[in-house]
Nanobody, 124 residues
Framework: QVQLVESGGGLVQAGGSLRVSCAAS????????LGWFRQAPGKEREFVAG????????YYADSVKGRFTISRDAAKNTVYLQMNSLKSEDTAVYSC?????????????????WGQGTQVTVSS
């Protein structure tokens, strides 16, 4: 099993920055890809960014490209999502997810493990 714990959410003004973290534990050697998803009230969960655990390839949703950066610290088994130039529409619960099969995918049901999520609120 893999456990994922997010942290770093909070309240920030529009145009500001925030970094959320996802710490992985357990059978981390089985992880090939880790992704960030978000879900706003009344909306479906959507893919934000993903990173291959070993090759450092990353992929972003068009809505966050150029503003968000996903990175990882292998020594800490932690993946970060740096969010800059935040907009009110970025307000959501951000969750990290991991999967063992290779390849970054944007569909939530392809990920096997999920964290509990962290709230990010952007005030306008």
């Amino acid at each position: 099993q893999v456990q994922l714990v997010e942290s770093g959410g909070g309240l920030v003004q529009a145009g500001g920055s925030l970094r959320v973290s996802c710490a992985a534990s357990g059978r981390t050697f089985s992880i090939s890809t880790l992704g960030w998803f978000r879900q706003a009230p009344g909306k479906e969960r959507e893919f934000v960014a993903g990173i291959n655990w070993g090759r450092i390839n990353s992929y972003y949703a068009d809505s966050v490209k150029g503003r968000f950066t996903i990175s990882r610290d292998a020594a800490k088994n932690t993946v970060y999502l740096q969010m800059n130039s935040l907009k009110s529409e970025d307000t959501a619960v951000y969750s990290c997810a991991a999967k063992s099969r290779m390849g970054i995918t944007t569909t939530a049901n392809s990920y096997e493990y999920w964290g509990q999520g962290t709230q990010v609120t952007v005030s306008s």
